[in-house]
């Protein structure tokens, strides 16, 4: 590229005394080792821009998809519940679709970055889900605001929906933390390597290494002279110094992206997860309904008596929803495509595939540029190469990688003792992005973990497994190994927004705003006509 370089071949007197090239006969002016200096400075940086391409591209390209991907399995999931719960609870799902908008709002919401904890969201959404329903399966009473919180307050003691909060807080939990960590790793890779590239040859011991191997033979009448493969080495690993210190950082930050990816297509589906969603919440109403005696009676006890609401009777068939359909989830072959077009695996795979050459990247730059063979001599050409002097074998040693070893660089004179702030910068961006990922990993968000009795967002069970929330395991999953761990015996709760100050336990009806189940109905549960009107009186629950 730049050996074409026009150039009058006149021979000038070495009395010329050029600054970079060596001091004898040539056939460049003062001014014209000048330009071509600075010609060397720019197809530098351009072969840096190019062999780095490939990360730019992957790194951008990756994150679009995989975020496409994530927001519409989002939308996706949203949608089929809502279509769902119409189908089978009608006009009762809609006056109350508020409660289901508010939950997926907060999962778009933590995974575009916002500072959300997934527990306190998924707490929250049962704990408004659990005073609907309550209503619902006792129409012929009326609950005021008080008598509801109290219902709330104290479901995990009432466990009224079963196990399914915990197995969808888990799983859900799991997902959306790889997820948000693989996306925004993505964004990071790219932002890195956009910084890494932008190289700056302010310093003149590069610019005249760079000149006095590409240019200079050019000076000696010898344009098509390539400069020694060991010749270029030097050069590149001097002025490349900082980028070859990101070595270490990079790959473990690399080893992260593919694990985490790993993860996503196993243990932690994000698809699987958004699917889960509406059935988990299905089989969580139901189980309500299925104990809605024993429930009734325990908060009964627990809360007081409450009041009669006037003027109630059973629900007809029709009105409770007997003859709707019954909930299902979408079959692989009917499952939706993605604007992404694509499935999760294979997403997965096509970034495993860009991952693994990107290991060492930066170590391996100066072979990168030196093996074209518009830049140097091929290593098996050393005695017709151009060695910074005249045409013959480049004696000297090939210095190590990183900025340390540039101590004894023939070529470039490295301050070995003034580290670059920009790469110690980049160094500290790769280390705490690496660190999310590998939380990650267990399913932690490290955002969260101090304010969740370091649990991370996955709530303390991230060693916990289900047969029915995970995939079967094929050769795209990896075994999971559950890691040794003593859980909590009894995790906080988060604090709800609408909690007052003191408890309002074994407190009576109460006498805040009575809401009326025929007024703040949530669902219509199948089968209602089998629920008692009454119920008899239990002993109050431990």
């Not at 990360?55 to 991907?69: G, M």
């Not at 280390?431 to 009795?453: C, I, P, Y």
């Not at 190994?481 to 604090?495: F, G, L, M, Q, V």
Request: glycine fraction near 6%.
């Amino acid at each position: 590229i730049f050996y074409h370089t026009p150039l009058s071949l006149i021979r000038l007197p070495h009395s010329e005394h050029l600054r970079l090239c060596p001091q004898d006969y040539t056939c460049c002016s003062s001014q014209m080792e000048e330009t071509l200096a600075l010609q060397s400075e720019r197809d530098f940086l351009k072969s840096v821009e190019e062999n780095s391409q490939f990360l730019l591209t992957t790194f951008t390209q990756r994150h679009r998809r995989f975020d496409e991907f994530f927001r519409e399995l989002i939308e996706l999931s949203e949608k089929s519940m809502n279509q769902m719960f119409t189908k089978t609870y009608g006009r009762l799902f809609t006056q109350n679709s508020h409660v289901f908008q508010e939950l997926f709002v907060e999962l778009r919401r933590y995974y575009s970055g916002g500072s959300v904890s997934l527990s306190e969201v998924l707490s929250d959404f049962w704990s408004r889900l659990v005073e609907r329903v309550f209503s619902l399966v006792n129409p012929q009473y009326q609950f005021s605001e008080d008598y509801l919180e109290c219902v709330s307050k104290h479901a995990e003691q009432l466990q009224p929906f079963g196990d399914v909060p915990r197995k969808l807080r888990v799983q859900v939990s799991r997902a959306f933390i790889a997820a948000r960590a693989l996306s925004q790793g993505l964004a990071t890779g790219r932002d890195i390597v956009n910084k890494a590239t932008k190289v700056s040859c302010t310093d003149s011991e590069c610019v005249r290494g760079l000149m006095r191997q590409w240019y200079c033979p050019l000076c000696r009448g010898m344009p098509s002279l390539r400069p020694c493969h060991s010749l270029c080495l030097n050069v590149m690993k001097g002025c490349l110094a900082n980028q070859a210190d990101l070595d270490t950082e990079w790959n473990n930050f690399i080893d992260s992206l593919y694990q985490v990816s790993e993860k996503l297509e196993g243990p932690f589906n994000i698809e699987l997860a958004a699917d889960s969603i509406s059935v988990k919440v299905s089989e969580a109403i139901m189980h309500m309904q299925e104990n809605s005696v024993s429930i009734s009676t325990k908060v009964f006890q627990g809360c007081g008596s409450p009041r009669p609401a006037p003027g109630r009777s059973k629900r007809s068939p029709k009105e409770s929803g007997g003859n709707r359909r019954p909930f299902r989830t979408y079959s692989p072959e009917e499952k939706p495509t993605t604007a992404a077009g694509t499935n999760l695996d294979r997403l997965v795979t096509e970034l495993k595939e860009r991952l693994r050459p990107m290991r060492g990247f930066w170590v391996s730059l100066p072979h990168t540029i030196c093996n074209d063979e518009k830049m140097a001599a091929d290593v098996t050409n050393e005695d017709r190469c151009w060695n910074g002097q005249t045409r013959g074998r480049y004696l000297p040693d090939v210095t190590g990688d990183g900025l340390v070893s540039q101590i004894n660089n023939p070529e470039v004179e490295v301050d070995i003792a003034r580290p670059d702030v920009r790469t110690r910068q980049l160094i500290m961006e790769l280390r705490v992005v690496t660190n999310k990922l590998r939380h990650a990993q267990s399913g932690q968000d490290m955002d969260f973990m101090d304010s969740e009795e370091g649990s991370g967002s996955g709530g303390g069970d991230h060693g916990e497994r289900y047969n029915d929330d995970w995939p079967g395991y094929g050769p795209y999953s990896p075994p999971y190994n559950k890691p040794a761990r003593n859980p909590p015996a009894n995790p906080a709760k988060p604090p709800r927004v609408r909690e007052r100050n003191g408890s309002k336990w074994n407190k009576n009806n109460g006498h805040g705003r009575v809401r009326s189940a025929s007024s703040q109905l949530s669902f219509s549960l199948v089968p209602l006509l089998s629920l008692p009107l009454m119920v008899t009186v239990a002993p109050m629950w431990r």
